[in-house]
Nanobody
């Protein structure tokens, strides 16, 4: 059974940093891509960042460019999101998502691309 488990969320003041982790298990092949999404109250879930496992290419939504960094440790089966210079508008539940080889070839920031999801971790940034 494939599992994605996020950790590292919490409460910080504006300007602070957090590092989210997503530990994967139960999957022996290589993911096509992995991503972080977030959803704030009353808003749609949005793609934050992605990494394509084969090429190592990374993409970010405009609002986090220069502040967030996505990375992965394949040996540990873990995806990370280093978040710096956090703003109150970054407050949301952050989700880890993974697309295997069966996943549809949809643009990275569409949640329909991913066929495995974590349960989410809360990030709260106070001003």
């Amino acid at each position: 059974q494939v599992q994605l488990v996020e950790s590292g969320g919490g409460s910080v003041q504006a300007g602070g940093s957090l590092r989210l982790s997503c530990a994967t298990s139960g999957y022996t092949d290589s993911w096509a891509s992995m991503a972080w999404f977030r959803q704030a109250p009353g808003k749609e879930r949005e793609g934050v960042a992605t990494i394509y496992t084969g090429t190592g290419n990374k993409y970010y939504t405009d609002s986090v460019k220069g502040r967030f960094t996505i990375s992965q440790d394949n040996a540990k089966g873990t995806l990370y999101l280093q978040m710096s210079s956090l703003k109150p508008e970054d407050s949301a539940i952050y989700y880890c998502a993974a697309a295997d080889s069966r996943a549809p070839g949809i643009i990275w920031y569409s949640d329909r691309r991913y066929n495995f999801w974590g349960q989410g971790t809360q990030v709260t940034v106070s001003s």
